[in-house]
């Protein structure tokens, strides 16, 4: 066979690329650009931690909100980002980053809104409802939904007065069992 008979069979066959409609799906395990849910985010920076060529930061200057910023021409789509977030707030898109010429198309940036501390007022970034019920369970305890609202202060205080005040009913009750219904001292030991 002759270059010439490939050229004419290969020319006779007609174009083979694909028109821009015509895209490829993508298979299921794609990393394509990262996808950030600002409803489970709670700025705890384990994912600029863990991102090697910081692709991930954070902006906590701002008083009203902590600014998430991804960088995807930094990114090396490794999935370290996915894999440590303990809210499952980020999660790979089954597309791919878009072409531009421009590096502004491939950053996004979220705000991540503080709310005040429900007992002191102190700004926080609460932990997300869907975490609590992966936690403990649908639906959320009573209690720990009322510490959701509360800063890491307010919630150590909290934690601290229910242990006192579980010591000193168990201790109420010991001298209780020592004295008998008349006031004496029952003699034990």
């Known amino acids: 066979m002759g270059i010439w008979t490939i050229l004419k069979q290969n020319l006779g066959l007609g174009s083979r690329t694909r028109k821009p409609e015509e895209t490829v799906p993508y298979p299921p395990a794609y990393r394509g650009i990262l996808e950030h849910d600002l409803k489970k985010c709670t700025a705890c920076e384990t994912c600029a931690y ?20 991804y960088f995807a021409e930094q990114c090396t789509y490794c999935g370290r980002c996915i894999a440590f977030c303990p809210t499952d707030a980020l999660q790979f898109e089954h597309s791919s980053a878009p072409a531009s010429r421009t590096l502004d198309a491939y950053r996004v940036v979220h705000s991540i809104e503080y709310v005040p501390c429900s007992r002191c007022g102190k700004p926080i970034i609460p932990l997300p409802a869907s975490l609590l019920v992966k936690l403990y369970g649908d639906p959320i305890p009573a209690d720990i939904s009322a510490e ?16 006192k005040n579980a010591t000193s009913g168990r201790m109420a009750r010991r001298a209780s069992d020592l004295i008998d219904r008349s006031g004496s001292k029952i003699s034990g030991d």
């Open 148 to 163: 959701r609202s509360l800063c890491e202060n307010c919630r150590n205080y909290t934690a601290t007065q229910n242990m």
């Open 50 to 69: 863990v991102c090697s060529p910081g692709a991930i930061t954070f902006d906590k200057s701002s008083k009203e909100a902590v600014r998430w910023q």
